[in-house]
């Protein structure tokens, strides 16, 4: 028996519109599997961020600004003020606000790709493994963290300076610092950008100051100082006077993870090498004389972030978050990094497992030896690709 005509229309439609079904079933799946981690508390919720938000909630909401409550700064604790009026649990508040930077992230490499490729293609599959990527689930919908977040405003940053929007770029890195001190992990390349384009001006830094006091403003409002809006900062880095922290590091080669021995003497000597590290990146960059186009910038802002997080002291296992997503990108941008991510993506298996489930880890010095090789692999490809640019262009 033949098809009648209204199927052949449908079968037609949905062949042209495939990539766009697969979109939202895939969204579907991930409402899906975000739901059923509902009630799952992590440690930090409920050591931290429940306590928090009952702290706040018994001293009257936004009247609980007059004072600091937790070690996040202002802007945050705003944030968690707002939840204290929403009638969900405490739990499902913090869960569903990171949740929704979830999707804003996915819109965002999805635009992303589409700009840098041209592809609707690419940047449907873009959106599909950000939507299901097991990094961005694991961190909101389990753990409750709001690294999201700040990274949303990170990739913002970086998709204005790639698309020369420096108002909207800095901006959006003002917000991305007003939340967590880990935009840091960025600054590399922003300084990077401006002084190697020489497209903006550095002055556009005074947006920092200038939305973290904006976003503080309930905190001024109710007796804070300005002085409070930064100084929690200050009390942030001196927290956690550990080499490593939960995160394979180079720095495991050293000394034990979360060994907090000799901290003071070895800490100075890692930022350095840091700095060195990225300093060897730039002169590589600019001694070769590249033609840097979008995608190469992309590639830069994550090699960049990549090294921040590997080089420096004190990192947690969530602080891989900005160059697990930007990953996703260079994916699309450079296909031969596929076995590298997924072996990024099986580092953070195991660290976040650790973390929430108590699970039984590979030793520290493999997940070291594997993140170096991850690490070695990709700065490998970025002088690939850059190369093979260079040679296209000739």
């Not at 990171?98 to 635009?111: E, R, V, W």
């Not at 994916?331 to 489930?357: E, H, N, R």
């Amino acid at each position: 028996m033949k098809s009648f005509k209204f199927e052949n229309k449908i079968y037609e439609w949905i062949s042209k519109n495939l990539l766009l079904i697969g979109m939202i079933l895939v969204t579907v799946l991930s409402f899906y599997f975000r739901f059923i981690m509902k009630e799952f508390e992590s440690g930090d919720l409920q050591a931290y961020l429940i306590p928090w938000y009952k702290d706040i909630s018994n001293l009257g909401g936004f009247k609980a600004l007059s004072t600091q409550v937790g070690n996040y700064g202002i802007p945050y604790q705003t944030l968690i003020a707002i939840m204290t009026y929403l009638p969900v649990t405490s739990v499902a508040a913090y869960k569903i606000t990171s949740i929704i930077f979830d999707y804003a992230i996915c819109i965002l490499i999805a635009g992303f790709a589409n700009k840098l490729t041209g592809s609707k293609l690419l940047a449907g599959v873009a959106y599909i493994i950000t939507v299901i990527n097991p990094v961005i689930f694991m961190n909101s919908s389990v753990w409750g963290q709001c690294d999201s977040i700040f990274t949303f405003f990170c990739l913002l940053c970086i998709y204005g300076l790639v698309e020369e929007k420096f108002n909207l770029a800095f901006i959006a890195y003002g917000v991305a610092f007003a939340f967590k001190l880990q935009a840091v992990f960025i600054l590399p390349f922003v300084l990077f950008y401006i002084f190697y384009k020489k497209k903006t001006s550095i002055i556009n830094f005074f947006w920092i100051p200038v939305m973290m006091t904006v976003l503080s403003i309930g905190g001024l409002i109710n007796g804070r100082t300005i002085v409070e809006v930064f100084k929690i900062y200050f009390y942030q880095v001196q927290e956690y006077p550990l080499v490593s922290y939960n995160y394979p590091s180079i720095w495991i080669f050293l000394t034990d993870n979360r060994n907090e021995s000799n901290y003071p003497f070895i800490s100075p000597y890692c930022m350095a090498v840091a700095v060195v590290a990225l300093g060897l990146l730039v002169l590589w960059i600019v001694k070769s004389d590249l033609k840097i186009d979008k995608k190469k910038l992309i590639y830069i802002a994550f090699i960049m972030s990549y090294t921040t997080v590997f080089f420096l002291p004190s990192m947690h296992e969530r602080y891989s978050y900005i160059y697990i997503i930007l990953g996703l990108l260079i994916v699309i941008i450079d296909k031969k990094t596929i076995p590298a991510y997924i072996g990024l993506l099986m580092l953070d298996f195991q660290t976040y497992g650790y973390y929430l489930f108590a699970l039984t880890i590979m030793p520290w010095i493999v997940l070291s030896i594997i993140n170096l090789a991850c690490f070695i692999y990709y700065c490998y490809r970025f002088s690939q690709y850059c190369r093979i640019s260079v040679d296209n262009e000739e």
